[in-house]
């Protein structure tokens, strides 16, 4: 049996979010003023907070778990009791961020993302962050499509990437976050579709590992020139762009780089 759904996170696989800055942000802030005291305390410097450090510790994490992890990371005492504080003053950047535009869709994304619909898998979006909605609402399918000139009919004026998906699990307060699978198969229930009959597509080593622990296959898409991490993280497939996976192949039940097949 071929694939019969398709599932998506969102930071890191569809949209360049502003959410690493914002968490990058927000903790320089509370490291330079309210948390100042206990800053010497910690291994924490404004330039050990990388994007390495973001995607192998953070990335894929609901909010209160991602505040948490950095905190623990970074040896800040009080991590639990700190997290909340921390993630909500990311919160109000990111909002901010996202409301002045600060972000753009992936190119390679979107076609990939059409090019499955288009194939007749249907398509659920499954991202632990509460921002998602936001991003997808402000992405115009129906301008990407005539600029570049790709023919899908189902393209029609007005069509934001949210309205294209066919369910939309973001955002949902699950009891455990990734790596767990809960809120991959709850996106294949809300498809109708057993777990095996669908893959997913993540950036994350969290959310690989819950696409497995899941039954899925996972797609991942190193865009930090991660690649090793999210083969180690069980990977059924890694590129680096979304252009590469062959399309001909998944009804086949099978995640191929295009050159393969």
Known sequence: MGYRGAIFDVDGVLVDSPHERAWREALKELMEGEWSDIRDQTTYSPDRFTPAIYQAVMAGKPRAAGARSALEYFGVPDAEARAEAYGERKQVLVIKLIEAGQFHAFSDALRFVLAVKSAGIPLAVASSSKNAGLFLSRIQLDLFCAERGLPYDFVKEGLTLQK????????????????????FLT??????????????????????????????????????????LLQEAGADLVVTSLDDPAINKLSEGRLEKASMA
Do not use: T, W, Y
């Open 164 to 183: 294209l998906f066919d369910a939309d699990i973001s955002g949902r307060d699950f009891p455990q976050g990734k790596p767990n699978p809960m809120i």
């Open 187 to 228: 996106a294949a229930q809300e498809l109708g579709l057993p777990p095996e009959s669908c893959f997913v597509v993540e950036d994350a080593s969290s959310g690989v590992q819950a696409a497995k622990a899941g039954k899925m296959a996972a797609l991942g898409v190193a865009r930090m020139h991660d690649q090793k």
